[in-house]
Nanobody, 123 residues
Framework: QVRLVESGGGLVQAGDSLRLSCATS????????MGWFRQAPGKEREFVAA????????TYADSVKGRFTISRDNAKNSVYLQMNSLKPEDTAVYYC????????????????WGRGTQVTVSS
């Protein structure tokens, strides 16, 4: 079992930055690829970014490419999402997720999920 707890969300203005964190516990963190997803009201959960177990590979949704950066610190059992140049359309609940080794943008392929942290971007 892997437990995931997100933090760092909040209310910001368009153009601001936020850094989300996801702290994990349970199994060996370094074995897991990590992903960030988001879900806005009335919309389906969508892929944001993912990072492989060793940090050697990252992928991003086109909507956040160049603005968001995913990273991980295996010594701290944590994954991060640096979000810059935030837009109102980035408003959503952000979730981190874990699966063994390799990344995927498909939510159903992740085995463990956090409860999410709210990000609200005002215009």
């Amino acid at each position: 079992q892997v437990r995931l707890v997100e933090s760092g969300g909040g209310l910001v203005q368009a153009g601001d930055s936020l850094r989300l964190s996801c702290a994990t516990s349970g199994r060996t963190f370094s074995n897991y690829a990590m992903g960030w997803f988001r879900q806005a009201p009335g919309k389906e959960r969508e892929f944001v970014a993912a990072i492989s177990w060793n940090g050697g590979s990252t992928t991003y949704a086109d909507s956040v490419k160049g603005r968001f950066t995913i990273s991980r610190d295996n010594a701290k059992n944590s994954v991060y999402l640096q979000m810059n140049s935030l837009k109102p359309e980035d408003t959503a609940v952000y979730y981190c997720a874990a699966r063994l080794f390799t990344t995927t943008p498909r939510a159903f392929e992740y085995d463990y999920w956090g409860r999410g942290t709210q990000v609200t971007v005002s215009s």
